[in-house]
């Protein structure tokens, strides 16, 4: 069974105790909106990079060098 670590600042007692039910449905419920906040960001910057890549070919079609078009997007 999972378990927490209780720290007691003024002692430097330290106590390990078992996870309640209620605990475990939330550390597993963390840990999916987590993944999917993960899964979220990474989307968002492979469209970002797919998108900036898209502009740097259409601004070269326009005949502009690679590192001119890249001075205007970055």
């Not at 002692?11 to 390990?16: D, K, R, S, V």
């Not at 597993?28 to 740097?56: C, F, N, P, T």
Request: glycine letters at 2%; hydrophobic letters at 45%; aromatic letters at 0%.
């Amino acid at each position: 069974m999972p378990t927490k670590l209780i720290v007691d600042c003024s002692t430097g007692e330290t106590t390990e105790i078992e996870l309640t039910a209620e605990e475990i449905v939330q550390q597993e419920a963390d840990a999916i909106k987590s993944a999917e906040r993960k899964a979220q960001e990474e989307a968002e910057a492979q469209a970002k990079a797919e998108a900036k890549a898209s502009a740097l070919a259409k601004l070269e079609a326009l005949g502009l060098t690679e590192e001119e078009a890249a001075a205007l997007i970055s």
